[in-house]
């Protein structure tokens, strides 16, 4: 069980958020506010595991919130909900567990909540709740839910924004995913898996268990032994191999 308060000045936010999560068995919400100031002296009596919190409110916005939130006797995790995807990449420097935009979707909610329920909160050695996670960032790429048009791939502490126009394909080796654009490559923590369920629907196509390409990118197809071909992309002399299983589709998807 995962114990919340929601904080939003918009009360239908404020309504429509608790709804969903009211939903969820494994969540508690133990109170509503829309004063942000209000909020802040009922956090250490109720001691949540999370705080579901809005960013622009009039009086104090939601990163001030969190600052305060750090100087009191409980430490909560931070879940943003907003309208606004131009503060995310400062939640990610706050810590926050979380980035929800709005409007919120049940699917949007539900990753959110495994996400929470998979970590641990710990009292440390005053007693104080910590959550404590595996994964020290907000995962962007699943934010914005293919609703931005760039993907973030994590290098070390920076975060580079890619157009998917830009990426020529993907490929595994060794077990380690990189991103070839024309001028660089890049090596990414997410899987082949991941990166085509989420780019498939902006023209990328899973030509063989280790490569994703981008359909824009072919400049020749060469048909190969036992129904298999090779592709050559623009700007690249790499050769892309299709292999048997995929290569009927490609066909169809080309043609």
Not at 135 to 142: E, G, L, V, Y
Not at 194 to 218: A, S, T
Request: include cysteine; charged fraction near 25%; charge should be positive.
């Amino acid at each position: 069980m995962v114990s919340a308060i929601l904080i939003d000045d918009e009360k239908v936010s404020l309504q429509e958020l608790t709804y969903m999560l009211v939903q969820y068995k494994e969540i508690q919400i133990l109170g509503t506010f829309t004063d942000p100031v209000e909020a802040l002296k009922e956090i250490p009596k109720l001691n949540p595991d999370v705080i579901f919190l809005d960013i622009e409110m009039p009086e104090v916005n939601g990163f001030e919130v969190a600052e305060q939130i750090e100087k009191l006797s409980v430490e909560p995790a931070i879940v943003f909900v907003t309208a606004y995807d131009e503060y995310a990449i400062r939640a990610f420097e706050v810590n926050a567990v979380d980035y929800i935009l709005k409007p919120i979707s049940p699917k949007r909610i539900r990753n959110t909540l495994q996400k929470l329920m998979k970590k641990k909160f710990h009292p440390d050695s005053q007693g104080k709740k910590k959550y404590v996670s595996r994964q020290k960032s907000i995962d962007f790429n699943k934010v914005y839910d293919n609703r931005f048009s760039k993907v973030f791939i994590y290098q070390g502490e920076e975060i580079i924004l890619l157009k998917p126009s830009d990426i020529l394909y993907f490929m595994v080796e060794g077990g380690v995913v990189t991103v070839v654009t024309q001028q660089k490559t890049y090596k990414t923590r997410e899987s082949l898996n991941y990166w085509e369920e989420k780019l498939q629907r902006q023209g990328f196509f899973r030509c063989h268990r280790c490569y994703l390409v981008n359909l824009e990118k072919i400049e020749k197809v060469i048909l190969m032994f036992n129904s298999t071909y090779l592709l050559k992309l623009a700007s690249s002399t790499a050769e892309i191999p299709v292999s048997r299983n995929y290569s009927k589709l490609l066909k169809q998807i080309l043609i």
